[in-house]
């Protein structure tokens, strides 16, 4: 089930470029008095697409998933959730700069996206008001370089590969300088909203090539929520990161009217494996505001990602299923009747390093603070209001 995409629609994408749509009114298909609404939305959370990702909607479907996952709901308006929902300003040692756990960092090099996912845990860096982004990563990188435990780092923001080809060479060759660093990944979904990004660009690919190396590789951390994203063109384009000895993996978010189905998950799991670019992270979406009409609770949305790997291919069977936490990241291991079972896969503090908990069963809960510990069992309790302190552990 792979999307058409004609070459008469592919020849509209002049060169390089995608045409960018940030006015709701260039929407037609909207009816006016929607589009009205949708604009007091989108002054909160910007909204920005552009015609390729467009074109894949179907307007005769209300709830069309990738609708849902590009132009804004009055919904989105609802008080629910923080900005910053798992305190990234916390592990922020400079600006753009993330240091969570020991061997790996963040480096926030772009503010800006192909698109904008409504669902985004990172809107935040969009509004005006906001410089936890720079442009200049120098101190980044001296940062790494005073740091040997650091051997993986993931260019992210917004999208490091929206920033000029030029900009992100000097990164990569600069990170390259550096001899601990041996993987570099760049966390993108430009190969869903502009699949053209990479192969019409022999620069960037030469860029690649020579610094995805058989010692040292860089990784593509995809980003497809469905599939009907993994159209002709985005195969080309996966294609083409694999030509050039990037390794692809794909990481998405679970997204309550986007791939909340064991049906939809399962046949992007199958795609993807198909095309080299296996699953390996499908993320419990963060209480982050603006998000209320994306989320699904833990239990539902363990059953559907159960559900999909039991349909999928061996390789989409290493897929997990996890909580960016501001903690650690852990995984949602199982659900039975009465209980859901966690692991820390990756934690802030030695302490809750690979700790393995047990919660009582919730139906209603979106997040490892809305659960209650079973006593005796090593998990510990995150208070709502202060989610990012253990309030009680037995350890
Ligand atoms: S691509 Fe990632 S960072 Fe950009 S809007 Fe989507 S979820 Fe947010």
Same mark, same amino acid.
């Given at each position: ?17 995608v045409?960018y ?41 209300p ?12 919904e ?8 910053d ?5 916390a ?19 772009n ?12 809107k935040r ?17 001296e ?10 780092v ?8 929206l ?6 060479v000097d ?16 966390g ?5 909203f ?15 090539r020579?610094y995805?190396?058989?010692? =040292?590789? &860089? @990784? #593509?951390?995809? $980003? ?5 994203e /993994? ?13 050039c ?6 990481q998405c ?10 049906d939809v998950?399962?046949q ?15 993320f ?11 989320q ?39 659900v039975?009747? =009465?209980? &859901? @079972? #966690?692991?820390? $896969? ?5 302490? /809750? ?15 490892l ?19 990012f302190?253990v ?5």
């Amino acid at each position: 089930m792979i999307q058409r995409y004609s070459e008469v629609d592919a020849r509209k994408q002049t060169a390089n470029r995608v045409a960018y749509v940030r006015n709701l009114d260039k929407i037609t298909s909207i009816p006016p008095d929607e589009r009205e609404k949708l604009k007091k939305v989108a002054q909160k959370y910007v909204f920005r697409a552009n015609e390729y990702y467009l074109d894949l909607i179907d307007w005769n479907n209300p709830d069309d998933p990738i609708k849902q996952l590009i132009i804004p709901r009055e919904e989105e308006l609802n008080d629910w959730g923080e900005l910053d929902a798992s305190n990234e300003q916390a592990i922020t040692v400079s600006r753009g700069v993330q240091h969570k756990y020991p061997d790996t960092v963040l480096l926030l090099c772009n503010e800006v996206c192909g698109a904008y996912c409504r669902y985004c845990f990172r809107k935040r860096l969009f509004m005006d008001d906001n410089d936890e982004v720079t442009l200049d990563v120098s101190e980044g990188i001296e940062y790494i370089a005073n740091h040997p435990e650091v051997r993986n780092v993931l260019l992210t923001g917004g999208d490091p590969l929206l920033m000029s080809t030029r900009r992100l060479v000097d990164i990569l060759r600069r990170l390259r300088e550096v001899p601990h660093v041996e993987i570099i990944r760049l966390g993108s979904k430009m190969p869903a909203f502009n699949p053209w990004r990479l192969t019409h660009d022999e620069e960037l690919q030469k860029a690649l090539r020579r610094y995805s190396t058989p010692k =040292k590789r &860089i @990784y #593509l951390m995809a $980003h497809f929520d469905h599939p009907r994203e /993994l159209t002709e063109p985005a195969i080309e384009g996966i294609d083409c990161f694999i030509k050039c000895g990037v390794i692809c993996v794909n990481q998405c978010p679970l997204v309550k009217g986007v791939n909340d189905d064991a049906d939809v998950l399962a046949q992007m799991y199958h795609n993807l494996s198909y095309i080299g670019c296996p699953p390996y992270y499908l993320f419990q979406g963060r209480p982050t505001a603006g998000n209320e009409p994306y989320q699904v609770p833990i239990v539902r949305g363990y059953e559907i990602f159960s559900e999909a790997l039991r349909r999928g291919s061996g390789l989409a069977r290493r897929a997990r299923f996890a909580m960016s936490h501001a903690t650690g990241k852990i995984e949602i291991l199982a659900v039975d009747e =009465k209980h &859901i @079972y #966690l692991r820390y $896969h990756r934690a802030k503090t030695p302490e /809750l390093r690979g700790r393995f908990m047990v919660y009582h069963r919730d139906e209603q809960a979106y997040w490892l603070d809305d659960l209650v510990p079973v006593e005796g069992l090593a998990a510990p309790k995150f208070e709502k209001e202060s989610c990012f302190d253990v309030i009680d552990g037995p350890e």
